[in-house]
């Protein structure tokens, strides 16, 4: 069985004094049995990782962190980026990679996308590899070979075992932000999809494999999303940065 996941992507929101406020506000709205059945995360800006760190460390809450963005270089002259030895040393479980603002606002191609999930590997950070289709591509039915090819792409060079480690997050790039949430039956349709793909591919490691949805989640539809048989978790924008509104989603079962 795999264990639900609900991350919260806070994108460009919250100093790093906001973001000790909202770390304790949800310490103290989810208790232990609920952070036992659902691993919750946050995945603040860089600039708040070490105070969100100390506070989860230091007070020993059951709630994972993370960054948004990685670099596929390991050190040197690349001014301005993060390198994923940075992000282990700050003791990061996860990092969002390729995910499509990044693809959008900053060209990120499924190459540039596909090392930066090595990267990720390679320093024992889980990659949350984001894959979506535009509105274009679903109004022409295209959205499950679109969102299968990213994917395998955004996998390239890795062995089952590696596979195995990463989360991949369904978020099409419709539903980000808009308040159109896709329905169940809709997320299920690619998420199923993809874990098919997965299996075909890597063969078992696919039942492990946990695979999220992402696009206008809320308190109010995540249970019916969850309830579908191949959605394991849900990456969370603008819901993430409202404390109650996101403990209340992560009470969901
Ligand atoms: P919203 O939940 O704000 O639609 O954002 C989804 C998302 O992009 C999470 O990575």
Redesign the pocket.
């Known amino acids: 069985t795999r264990r639900p996941l609900i991350?919260g992507?806070w994108?460009m929101n919250l100093n790093h004094l906001e973001a000790i406020a909202l770390v304790q506000k949800l310490a103290f709205s989810l208790d232990e049995k609920q952070l036992s059945d659902v691993e919750v995360v946050v995945?603040p800006p860089y600039v708040d990782i070490r105070s969100v760190q100390t506070l989860i460390t230091g007070d020993n809450l059951l709630l994972g962190y993370g960054a948004q963005d990685l670099s596929t270089h390991p050190s040197g002259a690349y001014t301005g980026e993060v390198s994923g030895a940075m992000l282990a040393k700050l003791g990061c479980g996860y990092v969002?990679v390729g995910?499509?603002?990044r693809r959008q606002y900053h060209a990120e191609d499924d190459e540039l996308v596909a090392g930066k999930v090595r990267a990720a590997l390679a320093n024992g950070i889980t990659p949350i590899l984001?894959v979506g289709e535009g509105l274009d591509v679903r109004e022409a039915g295209g959205q499950v070979a679109h969102t299968v090819a990213q994917m395998l792409a955004g996998l390239d060079r890795l062995d089952a075992k590696q596979v195995g480690e990463v989360v991949i997050?369904y978020?099409p790039v419709w539903?980000?932000?808009?308040?159109r949430?896709a329905t169940p039956a809709d997320a299920q349709e690619v998420i199923g999809a993809l874990r098919a793909e997965l299996a075909s591919r890597f063969g078992e490691v696919a039942q492990t494999v946990r695979l999220l949805y992402?696009?206008?989640?809320?308190a109010s539809n995540v249970a019916a999303i969850m309830a579908e048989a191949d959605i394991d978790g849900?990456?969370?924008?603008?819901?993430?940065i409202d404390a109650e509104e996101f403990a209340r989603l992560c009470r969901f079962p």
């Open positions: 991350a992507n994108k995945l969002v995910h499509s603002e984001c997050a978020e539903a980000i932000g808009t308040g949430t992402g696009g206008s989640v809320k849900a990456l969370v924008g603008g819901a993430s």
